[in-house]
Antibody, heavy 118, light 107 residues
Framework: QVQLVQSGAEVKKPGASVKVSCKAS????????MHWVRQAPGQGLEWMGR????????NYAQKFQGRVTMTRDTSISTAYMELSRLRSDDTAIYYC???????????WGQGTLVTVSS | DIQMTQSPSSLSTSVGDRVTITCRAS??????LNWYQQKPGQAPKLLIY???SLQSGVPSRFSGSGSGTDFTLTISSLQPEDFATYYC?????????FGQGTRLEIK
C-alpha cells in the first residue's frame, strides 16, 4: 500500500532553515510527481510547489521562490522540502502529497509541524 | 494566479441533508478541478478528481460536476462522518491553487 511518511516536528528560530523529509513506499517513487502543501494554524491549504522525482525538475509557487528548495533522493525514495529565512508566519503543518495520473493529490503524508519562534 | 472562490464559507447542516458546495475559478480551468475533505488533525483526503470522477473508496453519496469556471460538490445525504472542511483545487495551471474551504457544521 502507498505510504508517505514525513519527518518529525521542528522548532526553529526566525531566520533559520528547516528541511522536511517525505519517505515514499508502496509504489515506484520516480513515476509520480510529489507536491508540498502547507497549512497555517486554523487556515486553509497553500500549495508550495512540486518536484518530478525522475528528473529532479521543480515548479515553485511564486510566493516561495528564492526561499524554498525541493529535492529528492531516488535511492531511498525520499523527497525533501527546505525552507530558508524562516519567519513566524511560516509556522504551519507541512504536507507532502503524491500527484496521480489525473493531476490530483491522492496520497498525503501525515504532516510535519514546523514552529518558528524566538 | 488562478483564484478559486468557494461558497459558502461555512454551512450549518443536519444529518440526512443534501448539501451543495460551489467553487468558481477566476478563469477557465477545463475539468482540472479536484475536491478534498479534511477533518481536524488529519491530512486532506481526495474525494473527487477531474471535476466528476469519484476517487476509489469514496462513498457514492459524494458527486462532483462542472467545467470551465463553475463547479459543485454535492453530498446527497449527509452522514455524521461528513462534518468536515472541504476544499477545491485547480491543477490547470502550473501554479496550483486551492479554494479557501467550506466548513460543514452540525445544526
Amino acid at each position: 500500500q502507498v505510504q508517505l511518511v514525513q519527518s518529525g516536528a521542528e522548532v526553529k528560530k526566525p531566520g533559520a532553515s528547516v528541511k522536511v523529509s517525505c519517505k515514499a513506499s508502496g509504489y515506484t517513487f520516480t513515476v509520480y510527481f510529489m507536491h508540498w502543501v502547507r497549512q497555517a494554524p486554523g487556515q486553509g491549504l497553500e500549495w508550495m510547489g512540486r518536484i518530478n522525482p525522475n528528473s529532479g525538475g521543480t515548479n515553485y509557487a511564486q510566493k516561495f521562490q528564492g526561499r524554498v528548495t525541493m529535492t529528492r533522493d531516488t535511492s531511498i525514495s525520499t523527497a525533501y522540502m527546505e525552507l530558508s529565512r524562516l519567519r513566524s508566519d511560516d509556522t504551519a503543518i507541512y504536507y507532502c502529497a503524491r500527484e496521480n495520473r489525473s493531476a490530483a493529490n491522492d496520497y498525503w503524508g501525515q504532516g510535519t509541524l514546523v514552529t518558528v519562534s524566538s | 494566479d488562478i483564484q478559486m472562490t468557494q461558497s459558502p464559507s461555512s454551512l450549518s447542516t443536519s444529518v440526512g441533508d443534501r448539501v451543495t458546495i460551489t467553487c468558481r475559478a477566476s478563469q477557465s480551468i477545463s475539468s482540472y478541478l479536484n475536491w478534498y475533505q479534511q477533518k481536524p488533525g488529519q491530512a486532506p483526503k481526495l474525494l473527487i478528481y477531474a471535476a466528476s470522477s469519484l476517487q476509489s473508496g469514496v462513498p457514492s453519496r459524494f458527486s462532483g460536476s462542472g467545467s470551465g469556471t463553475d463547479f459543485t460538490l454535492t453530498i446527497s445525504s449527509l452522514q455524521p462522518e461528513d462534518f468536515a472542511t472541504y476544499y477545491c483545487q485547480q491543477t490547470y495551471s502550473t501554479t496550483i491553487t486551492f479554494g479557501q474551504g467550506t466548513r460543514l457544521e452540525i445544526k
